[in-house]
Nanobody
Framework: QVQLVGSGGGLVQPGGSLRLSCRAS????????MGWYRQAPGKQRELVAG???????NYADSVKGRFTISRDNAKNTMYLQMNSLKPEDTAVYYC??????????????WGQGTQVTVSS
């Protein structure tokens, strides 16, 4: 059994900052790519940022220069530092990870989602 638990969402004013966390736990052998996705009402889920096991990152154009993704492999935890937040960043943010369990099976896992609301 593997769980991804995201946290850190909330209500923030435009221009403010939030830090999301996502921790993986369970029968984990290794974690490959991790990423943050978001889904706004009436829109499709989109990739916000991704990070490889080696630390290579990629970002959606809309968040480049404002968001920073990172991970702590020793803690099986990923972070998303979000600065200069805009109302259009409002969405449910989901963490995602490709994990190899101890039985050597590679699967894609999703966290439960955390709400980020940017509003004055």
């Amino acid at each position: 059994q593997v769980q991804l638990v995201g946290s850190g969402g909330g209500l923030v004013q435009p221009g403010g900052s939030l830090r999301l966390s996502c921790r993986a736990s369970g029968n984990i052998f290794s974690i490959n790519t991790m990423g943050w996705y978001r889904q706004a009402p009436g829109k499709q889920r989109e990739l916000v940022a991704g990070i490889s096991s080696g630390g290579t990152t990629n970002y959606a154009d809309s968040v480049k220069g404002r968001f920073t993704i990172s991970r702590d492999n020793a803690k099986n935890t990923m972070y998303l530092q979000m600065n200069s937040l805009k109302p259009e960043d409002t969405a449910v943010y989901y963490c995602n990870a490709v994990i190899r369990t101890a039985d050597w099976i590679l699967r894609n896992y999703w966290g439960q989602g955390t709400q980020v609301t940017v509003s004055s």
